[in-house]
């Protein structure tokens, strides 16, 4: 099987020599890539059932176990090195450690090499303005295809926006088309199914979002939670528009493409949006929920958010990762006297872009579709209402960022063929490459 396998691998992970040198073992692979990894590092990562637990697939650290980080020799010493049949590294050590043995699987070990380039390379996500064309997924498709579902999670990290047809109208495959992804995220009631039903006259009362009579300002959602939710799902279940206009239509905006525009346009706006923070806070006091999405019953609760947050959040190489940005949940700035006038110029400037149509999408989510949207990436809004007679009704429904991550790797995983005790541990990244590391 193994055998088999090693043929079909490309060859950037079939080892075609390995040689000791100093402090380590230098491979070289058949696509004339050359590899150093240091003694101290193989030694410390072997995967041996002494060193690594096979069931629970984490390190057998326990005291005079395999692995006690304080039995770690410093400078292991290697007895012997080849490939062996299968095109594994073969390690025995010597030194302290006569006679353990360590063998690395080829695919593993190409990603974790410190020079290999794919690793450097980061995904790009592909900016977009109003002309963005959404990718559908058929609902039936995604929930039975693993493949279909990847391709959609691609285009959810690529684009943040796609739409699911032919959604049968419940909430019951609502929900099962969110847990194919992964559990829904738990709100701060049990009830983790939202209903936006324009007929609800007294939803207007807990949030923006249900005022239908008037445009809902392109958004992200929960922008006081510490962590906001990454997912959000929208499902249609009934649109009748006695008017057949554009009225309760969706609107999305690529944040990561504005949040560019006004680096290029206004850097220094740019800048204060990423280092000043622009409070945010929710209170809700006594709002009847139903005790949970399958019982009957309601019942009060409370909650209380406030985050120093700011609206557009770089990593350490500068690139844009998270847009936080609602108008409605800003609570008074905490900003010096001398930087506030900049920074609400700076936030006019973005609540501008988010707002302008060159770069906003306008569209229905259509009975039987659900939206999906980064809610990272994506602001999103509504036009009003202005016929009372119009009738929509959507469900709702969050994801947490793990969750959609947790999935995307595991199908990462599963299409590398790699086992388990190789996945583990793995970053995205390595785990695109070795998703594609065969020739067919
Ligand atoms: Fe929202």
Redesign the pocket.
Known sequence: MMTTLARELKSAFRIESVATVDNGVQVTWKDGHESFYHNLWLRDTCHCPECFQRDTLSLNSGEGEGHDPLKMPLNPITETVKIDREGNLDIIWGGEEPGHHSVFDPSWLRVQCQKEPALKQRRTPQLWDSSVSIPHFDYYEVMKDDEALLLWLEKMLELGVAIIDNFPKNKVSFQSLVERIGPLQQRYHPTNIFTLDTANKLAGSIHH?YQYMERLHN?T?HVSYNVPPRL?FLGCIQYDNPDHDKQAYSTLVDGFKIAEVLRAQQPKFFELLTKEYIPTGRRRLSVEENVSDREQGSKKYQWDTYHRQHVINVDENGEVYQIRHNENDRVPLDVSHDKIQDLYAAYQAFTTLAESPEYVAKFLIAPGQVLVNDNWRLL?GRTAIRNPGLRQILLGAYMKPETFRSRRRLLLGKKSGLSNIWLMGCSERALEILADRTTI
């Open positions: 979002a958004h959602d959000k999103h």
